[in-house]
């Protein structure tokens, strides 16, 4: 699974911005995608995923109330939209892809859970 993402940039503090992630070939029916971000010298952390099978999201509770995530499964795309961006949002964020052999969202939205990995997007907020 190929994943490409674009949409990052430079707001800010309070802005919005929306991530569009593609990936190449996706089912409907199985799977799960979501975002991650990385500042230097940190761990990726998850931010948002969403189970391709019943578009149920999981945010961060450092996104609640500010992120959406949402899918248009007819074109394998996944969206991030970013409200009322913080300086803290400031990263570089990642589109991840678990491999569709499996059915659900892993119970915990961890990079080792993630098979798949797009080039990632730099969001700068100041």
């Known amino acids: 699974v190929q994943l490409v993402e674009s949409g990052g940039g430079s707001v800010q503090v309070g802005g919005s911005l929306r991530l569009s992630c593609r990936a190449s070939e996706y089912p409907d029916d199985r799977g799960c995608m979501g975002w991650f971000r990385q500042v230097p010298g940190k761990e990726r952390e998850g931010v948002a995923r969403i189970t391709t099978a019943t578009g149920s999201p999981w945010y961060a509770d450092s996104v609640k109330g500010r992120f959406t995530i949402s899918q248009d499964n007819s074109i394998d795309t996944v969206y991030l939209q970013m409200n009322n961006l913080k300086a803290d949002d400031s990263a570089m964020h990642y589109c991840?892809?678990?491999?569709?052999?499996?059915?659900?969202?892993?119970?915990?939205?961890?990079?080792?859970?993630?098979?798949?990995w797009g080039q990632g997007t730099q969001v700068t907020v100041s």
């Open positions: 991840a892809a678990v491999d569709p052999s499996r059915r659900w969202c892993p119970t915990v939205w961890r990079s080792t859970s993630v098979d798949n």
